[in-house]
């Protein structure tokens, strides 16, 4: 979660006292502008699109790629459920796809999920965990499929160099209260194709042909009203120089903290796409009741308790169902579309073993040192496995 302090204050204050909130026709002082500009540098991609939600970036990345009625898209069984919602709002149908252990998408199962009817792949970098892109990427080139990562949760987070977000065609991102850069509520869509952008910008705003669009050869379109106003441009400069030393105070506590289960009994630190760089730090378990045991000490939690992020909760996805009957584009999808549970079972069984263990950015080093020991310890005093009794009994 990220910090708020004097910084804010002081942005937002400067804002309010020019009394102009709109994002367009300031110019040189126009917040938001100033923002997208000093973002995309940072993340290393060409475009940056302020809109007012995650949510509403994913949308808008969808419509910008032209995804609609008739197309599947791929998204992970574990995520928020706006990944899958996304699809549905473009006309579009979610198709879910299990998880590996690095508790991102996983690769072998795109490849089985892909019909002839398949256009995009939403890989979610879960947990400031970064998904398998060089394999994502060769999918989706191999079968001509647009990727829009959902960056929500990991905005800073690098994978292989490269930020999360700046690698498929388009990124999403969500400056909600939890994130790692926050303005309360907000997003960004972030891509370096100019077209895709351009269309980003029509999509968000329905006034986009009286203002803000460069001359563009793209024909107009209706669209939704996803803007941000100053207030959020604002907070968001004041938010991005505190990116980086988050993340480098991350990665300080991960090594810190990963060595708590370093030759633990019957766990071990879940696979990570780019270990060198972590800044995320989850652990799986041989067995479910384990997970769920240490998941109920402080700093840690089993996924699978995270109901909101696992797909069998989310209820109005799997009902099918939305604001009105004749509004469904399961009925426009080119086959059938069910959501059945057992096909994920995968995916259950990796959240039921795997805790996700909190890094503590915002407490001192010493403060982590402790909660690594109270761990570990904690891990040490399990009464023995079935497995390991008999092991002992043989030796
Ligand atoms: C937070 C989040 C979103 C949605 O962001 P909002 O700003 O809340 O709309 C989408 N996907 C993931 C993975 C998220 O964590």
Request: net charge positive; no cysteine; proline share 3%.
């Given at each position: 979660m990220a910090r708020i302090g004097l910084r804010e204050f002081t942005a937002l204050a400067r804002v309010m006292a020019d009394g102009?909130?709109?994002?367009?026709?300031?110019?040189?002082?126009g917040q938001t502008e100033r923002f997208e500009h000093d973002f995309a540098a940072r993340m290393g991609v060409d475009h940056v699109l302020t809109v007012n939600s995650g949510t509403s970036a994913l949308i808008a990345a969808l419509a910008a790629a032209g995804v609609g009625p008739g197309d599947e898209v791929l998204v992970p069984?574990?995520?928020?459920v706006s990944t899958a919602i996304a699809p549905l709002a473009v006309g579009a149908v979610p198709v879910l796809v299990n998880i590996d252990e690095s508790l991102t998408i996983d690769p072998a199962a795109i490849e089985a999920a892909i019909t002839p009817w398949t256009k995009a792949i939403l890989p979610v970098h879960m947990l400031n965990l970064p998904c398998d892109m060089d394999a994502i990427m060769g999918i989706a080139k191999a079968h001509d499929l647009v990727v829009v990562e959902d960056a929500c949760q990991a905005i800073g987070v690098t994978y292989k160099g490269r930020r999360l977000?700046?690698?498929?065609d388009l990124g999403a991102m969500s400056f909600n209260?939890?994130?790692?850069?926050?303005?309360?509520e907000g997003g960004a869509v972030l891509t370096s194709d100019d077209r895709l952008h351009v269309r980003a910008q029509m999509y968000h705003d329905p006034g986009n042909f009286i203002r803000g669009?460069?001359?563009?050869?793209e024909p107009v379109f209706s669209a939704m009203n996803l803007r941000v106003s100053e207030l959020t441009g604002a907070m968001l400069n004041a938010q991005l120089p505190r990116l980086d030393p988050l993340m480098r105070r991350l990665r300080k506590r991960h090594g810190l903290m990963a060595q708590?289960?370093?030759?633990?009994?019957g766990c071990r630190v879940s696979p990570h796409n780019d270990p060198d760089n972590a800044v995320g730090l989850s652990v799986i378990f041989d067995r479910a009741e384990d997970a769920q045991a240490f998941g109920g000490i402080a700093g840690a939690e089993r996924l699978?308790?995270?109901?909101?992020?696992?797909?069998?909760?989310?209820e109005a996805v799997l009902s099918r169902r939305?604001?009105?009957?004749?509004?469904?584009p399961y009925a426009w999808a080119n086959r059938e579309i069910a959501h059945r549970v057992e096909d994920y079972a995968r995916t259950l069984d990796i959240l039921a073993r795997t805790c996700r263990v909190a890094l503590?950015?915002?407490?001192?080093l010493p403060v982590m040192q402790l909660r690594r020991r109270a761990l570990r310890r904690a891990l040490d005093q399990r009464a023995p496995t079935r497995k390991d009794t008999k092991t002992e009994a043989m030796a």
């Open positions: 102009r909130l709109l994002r367009y026709g300031k110019g040189a002082r069984a574990y995520t928020w977000g700046s690698i498929g209260h939890h994130k790692n850069m926050t303005a309360g669009l460069k001359a563009t050869e708590a289960f370093d030759g633990a009994r699978l308790d995270t109901d909101r992020h696992v797909f069998r909760n989310w939305s604001f009105h009957p004749k509004m469904d503590g950015a915002q407490y001192p």
